[in-house]
Structure formats: structure tokens, C-alpha cells
């Protein structure tokens, strides 16, 4: 296992490798997995031109602008289009800047609604909630940030009204991070982690009114923990014309059928009707297994998590025990006991 430019997932490698029956190398052409961070890298080329085909790497070329919100956006679209298919746990969607005329009037004729309906603003590159704020008329959406500072390119989506929350006194709004392995692009292969996260706001929720609609503590979340396995339709839409082939036809086919697998977050919301919505797709999600903690100075130490820990070495190590057959750098199967190669994942779709 080479971890030469694994960056975020040095950690949880390092956490795994034994058990997963890996030595690491100092070159990567003895590697039998390549772990790369990032999915674009100069790097990550060379390494799809020079390893064996036996070997995997962490990353499929593409898959950071695929999951772009408004390629996902984009990439629904076409899906719907191509198959008469309506994907409605996706909020209705607007692509900024090319789709703000219909956005626009979708907005004029909200303003004159008594009980208007509520709008999200996201840019399509961020994360950690940047750059996120409320809209309900035509002026919100012009004095957006995002607008103002000329931010490329952005998504506005229909904001749930109803979300589920925490029994009361907390009333807190909460939302989930479910592990997403794509082991295969042709044919598709997904498996879903049985394991996930939950993220709680810091603070009751409150719905969203003028008088509370620029006020950040609406909309923020804060990380904690869970278990919860729920859903992954997403992905075909994802890489719906939007995956780039790698360097030559050789490495092209061996990547897009298992040589390169990647590991998604998806960010879903339940609401109070238990319906199940997918809010956004991460294909960088975090693997660090500590978190920052800040101390009566408001100075932040990193410390470890042990619930960060044990989600995302089974999000890895069930995601390698699935690339590899089960199998260590020798080729022996290392079963870790439960149902079938990995008892962590479960087979939610292949196709041609």
C-alpha cells in the first residue's frame, strides 16, 4: 500500500493496514493499492499509467467535478430527460448563473405570496457550510455574497420546510452522512456502509422568516455521531457524462471497470413525514479520525475521536476487503468473519 500522496487518508490507512493484511511501500510501482487524496493530481496520473493491472487506486478521474452541485444538478437532469425517471428525494434545483432568468421569476412570484416559500443559496465548490444563506425574494438572491462577489458558479435549491427533529425540549435539526463505496463505473457497482454519522444544530430550529432568514444559527449543523444505513441512488447521476477518461485507452478501461474505486459521502435529511432527501454529494468526504476541540482561551487542539474512528476505518477497511476480493498484498483472503467478504457494506446496485 503506497500512502506517498494519501494526504487526509493517511490516518485512517495507517489505522487499517494491518488488519487488512498491507505493508506499506516506498515506491508506488510495487503498490498494489494507491491511496490518493485528491482525484486530479499530476500524481494520481502517473500512477494510472505505471501501476499493475492488479492494482487499485483510491481515487476514479472525474468524480471531484462530478460531484460538483451543479454537475449533479445537471447530471439529474439529463437522467430524467433520458429516462423519464423523476428522482424526488432531489430538492427542485436552479443553476446559477445560466438558469437565473427562471430562477428569477420563480422568486418575483414568491414575494407575493403571504406565506412564502423559502430558497437555499450554496456555492457548487464548497463545503462546511460556506458561503450558504436563505432566499425568498428577487433582492436576497441579488444581495447574496455569493452573488456579489462573483463566486463562479452556484446552485439554489428549494429549502425543506418540515425537517424531522430531536423529540422536544431540543427540537434540534440534525442531518446524516452515509459512506458510499462505487468499487466499478463499467458496469456500476455501488455498496453502501452500514455504518454513518449524524450531524445536530447547536440550536433549536427555528423556520425560516423575514425577520430570521440571515441569521446563520438557522442553518448550521454541528458533528456528533450515529448508525444509520439509508440510501444511494445518486451516483449514476453523478457520473452522467461528467467522469473524464483517464490518460490512454489501456488505463481507461482497467480504471472505470475497478481499478480505481472511490469513496463518497452523501448528506441526506428525513423529514417529518420520514421521507428521505439528498441535500449533497462529498467525493472528498472526511477521513480524519480526530476532531478540534476548543479550549476557555478559544485556542483549538486536535484530539482523537473515537467515534470517528470507529465509522471511518470500517468505511475503509470494508471498501478495501471489497476492491481486493477480500485479498492481502499476497493474495490470501482475509475474512473478517462476518457475512460474505465484508459484513460492513451492503450491494445497492450493479448495472451495465
Same mark, same amino acid.
Given at each position: 500500500?503506497?500512502? *506517498? ?7 485512517? #490507512? ?16 510495487? #503498490? ?40 449533479? #444538478? ?135 422568516? *423575514? ?24 451516483? #449514476? ?60 482561551? =478559544? ?18 477497511? =470494508? ?7 477480500? *485479498?492481502?498484498?499476497?493474495? *490470501? ?20
Amino acid at each position: 500500500m503506497c500512502l *506517498r500522496h494519501a494526504s487526509g487518508l493517511t490516518d485512517v #490507512a495507517l489505522a487499517s493496514r494491518e488488519r487488512l493484511g498491507f505493508k506499506l511501500c516506498a515506491k508506488s510501482d510495487n #503498490a498494489t493499492i494507491h491511496v490518493h487524496a485528491i482525484a486530479t493530481s499530476n500524481a494520481m496520473e502517473s500512477d494510472i499509467r505505471h501501476m499493475k493491472a492488479s492494482s487499485k487506486v483510491s481515487k476514479i478521474p472525474g468524480s471531484s467535478t462530478a460531484s460538483k452541485k451543479h454537475v449533479l #444538478a445537471e447530471g439529474f437532469k439529463r437522467c430524467e430527460a433520458l429516462t423519464g425517471q423523476t428522482f424526488d428525494f432531489w430538492p427542485e434545483t436552479w443553476v446559477l448563473p445560466s438558469e437565473a432568468p427562471l430562477l428569477d421569476a420563480v422568486l418575483s412570484k414568491n414575494k407575493r405570496r403571504q406565506k412564502k416559500k423559502t430558497f437555499i443559496i450554496k456555492p457548487s465548490c464548497g463545503s462546511q457550510g460556506e458561503g450558504i444563506s436563505l432566499l425568498q425574494t428577487p433582492s436576497d438572491l441579488r444581495s447574496s455574497p455569493l452573488l456579489s462577489l462573483g463566486r463562479g458558479k452556484s446552485v439554489v435549491q428549494s429549502y425543506l420546510p418540515s425537517p424531522l427533529l430531536l423529540p422536544p425540549p431540543s427540537n434540534q435539526k440534525f442531518d446524516i452522512r452515509v459512506y458510499v463505496l462505487i468499487a466499478s463505473v463499467e458496469p456500476l457497482k455501488v455498496y453502501l456502509c452500514k455504518e454513518g454519522l449524524v450531524r445536530f444544530a447547536t440550536q433549536a430550529y427555528e423556520k425560516p422568516l *423575514r425577520k430570521n432568514l440571515h441569521d446563520a444559527s438557522t442553518i448550521s449543523l454541528k458533528t456528533a455521531s450515529l448508525l444509520k444505513p439509508v440510501l444511494t441512488s445518486a451516483t #449514476a447521476a453523478m457520473f452522467q457524462g461528467s467522469c473524464s477518461r483517464p490518460p490512454n485507452s489501456t488505463s481507461s478501461s482497467t480504471i472505470l471497470a475497478g481499478g480505481g474505486f472511490q469513496i463518497l459521502g452523501l448528506d441526506l435529511l428525513i423529514d417529518s413525514t420520514f421521507k428521505v432527501w439528498l441535500l449533497e454529494v462529498n467525493a472528498n468526504p472526511s477521513m480524519r479520525l480526530d476532531h478540534e476541540v476548543y479550549g476557555d482561551l =478559544g485556542v483549538g487542539v486536535h484530539v482523537k475521536s473515537e467515534v470517528d474512528e470507529f465509522v471511518k476505518t470500517k468505511v475503509w477497511e =470494508g471498501a478495501i476487503r471489497i476492491v481486493t476480493d477480500g *485479498r492481502n498484498r499476497n493474495g *490470501r483472503i482475509r475474512n473478517d468473519g462476518r457475512d460474505g467478504i465484508c459484513g460492513d457494506y451492503l450491494n445497492v446496485g450493479e448495472g451495465g
